[in-house]
């Protein structure tokens, strides 16, 4: 059974940074693509980054609006996937969820992240 856990979210002010990981727990394949999405209050949940699975190859993509300030990782082994956040502003405040296969796959419960002005 697939288990995604987030964590790492919290509050901080612009120009902040935050880590996130997400631990997986189950089986994945090299067609399950693992990403990052976020959810902001009163909008729709938004792609923010995604790369291949684990211990698999392909491209890394990231959302325009993140990009040059996000990165996304996976460490193999531990099967946990990152996302490095970098000069955060307040347009990143959102729930941030991980997921394995898209839309359609599975995902985590979500990790707050909160950026103060």
């Known amino acids: 059974q697939m288990q995604l856990v987030e964590n790492g979210g919290g509050s901080v002010q612009t120009g902040g940074s935050l880590k996130l990981s997400c631990a997986v727990t189950?089986?994945?394949?090299?067609?399950?693509?693992l990403g990052w999405y976020r959810q902001a209050p009163g909008k729709e949940r938004e792609f923010v980054a995604a790369l291949p699975g684990f211990w698999c190859s392909g491209a890394t993509v990231y959302a325009d609006s993140v990009r040059d300030r996000f990165t996304i990782s996976r460490a193999h082994a531990e099967n946990i996937l990152y996302l490095q956040m970098t000069i955060l502003n307040p347009a990143d405040t959102a729930i941030y969820y991980c997921?394995?296969?898209?839309?359609?796959?599975?995902w985590g419960r979500g990790t707050q992240v909160t950026v103060s002005s």
């Open positions: 997921s394995i296969g898209g839309t359609s796959g599975f």
């Open positions: 189950g089986r994945t394949t090299c067609t399950d693509r």
